[in-house]
């Protein structure tokens, strides 16, 4: 069975800097889609990327972008320009063809001011 | 404007006292999903639904039913056999073809159900 770690339960960043989120994932697969979201306080889940695993350019969204490493089965989130609305719990997100979603355990991530 | 409605936001269920959360979605979604997240932690997967009239058991089914009978549709009953039912509830979406963006799922803004 796929599994997700995100080996980070917590981690804080100062808002204006940069921080990564590390997300490993266990497959024997070939075809695959991976995706973050973001849950803030309001505990609405948000979709912030996602990435095709057949395409080697990692994805960016404005300040978020990831870096797959997809021999590696890495798949870490990168926050530019950190601001106090990204404070939020974080998760790693894969599924494959025909499957269902397995989800990370999640990251809290403090924006310091 | 598109998406997935949950109601109620908040619900108090009575010992013995069957329940049920609404989800709603104007995506035309062919799957719909509902998850259990408990307090500081993830999310787990209590039942889904690939196409109207089929579903199936995720990892934590008992103590829960669901019916699909509308495509836009997927009612979640907690059950009286569900000893621990206080959790936030999440629904959700998403279409089985296409591209990642197609693929991704995309939430309600969930249920807050506790135990009077």
Not at chain 2, 15 to 22: C, F, M, P
Not at chain 2, 74 to 80: E, I, N
Not at chain 2, 82 to 109: M, V, W
Request: hydrophobic share 30%.
């Amino acid at each position: 069975a796929q599994t997700v770690t995100q080996s980070q339960p917590e981690m804080s960043v100062q808002e204006a800097e940069t921080v990564t989120l590390s997300c490993t994932y266990d497959t024997s697969e070939s075809d695959y889609y991976l995706f973050w979201y973001k849950q803030p306080p309001s505990r609405q889940m948000i979709l912030v990327i996602r990435q095709e695993a057949y395409k080697q350019q990692n994805a960016t969204e404005n300040r978020f972008s990831v870096n797959f490493q997809k021999a590696a089965k890495s798949f870490s989130l990168k926050i530019s320009d950190s601001q106090l609305g990204d404070a939020a719990m974080y998760f790693c997100a894969y599924r494959s063809s025909g499957q269902n979603f397995v989800f990370g355990p999640g990251t809290r991530l403090s924006v310091l001011p | 404007d598109g998406g997935i409605t949950q109601s109620p936001k908040y619900l108090f269920r009575k010992e013995g006292q069957n329940v049920t959360l609404s989800c709603e979605q104007n995506l035309n979604h062919d799957a719909m999903y509902w998850y259990r997240q408990d307090p500081g932690q993830g999310l787990r997967l209590i039942y889904y639904s690939q196409i109207v009239n089929d579903f199936q058991k995720g990892d934590i089914a008992e103590g829960y039913s669901v019916s699909r009978e509308k495509k836009e549709s997927f009612p979640l009953t907690v059950t009286s056999a569900q000893k621990n039912p206080t959790a936030f509830y999440l629904c959700a979406s998403s279409i089985n073809r296409g591209t990642a963006g197609l693929r991704a799922l995309f939430f309600g803004s969930g249920t807050q159900l506790s135990v009077l």
